[in-house]
């Protein structure tokens, strides 16, 4: 086999670069985070409300929530810089 072939390079990308990892992560954030939501939501609403729809409306609530907070670290994964160096970057410039 080649050593210029396409599975021989995957290997020396670095992390920072490697677009299948990001991804990988991204969907793992993803499913893992709304599912927890919508099992914590659905607990919530079972304990707390008495009608099918306001339990339902606290898994909806739930999902969002796991949705909003996969997509906000998935744009911090795919991001060049992390979110803690713009803040002082951000902070550092206005003094």
């Known amino acids: ?3 210029g072939g396409v599975g021989g390079d995957r290997h020396q990308i670095p992390n920072k670069y490697n677009l ?5 992560a991204c969907i793992d ?3 893992r985070r709304v599912l927890y939501s919508s099992v914590a939501g659905a607990f919530g609403g079972l304990l707390l409300f008495r ?3 306001t339990r339902w409306a ?3 609530l739930g999902a969002g ?8 670290e998935c ?3 795919f991001s060049t810089s992390s979110p803690k160096l713009a803040d002082v970057k ?3 410039q206005e003094e």
């Open 58 to 60: 606290s898994v909806a």
């Open 75 to 77: 744009s911090y994964m």
């Open 29 to 31: 954030f993803s499913l």
């Open 51 to 53: 009608s099918p729809v």
């Open 20 to 24: 299948d990892a990001k991804w990988d």
């Open 1 to 3: 086999m080649a050593e």
């Open 90 to 92: 951000a902070s550092s």
């Open 65 to 72: 929530v796991g949705i909003g907070s996969a997509y906000t």
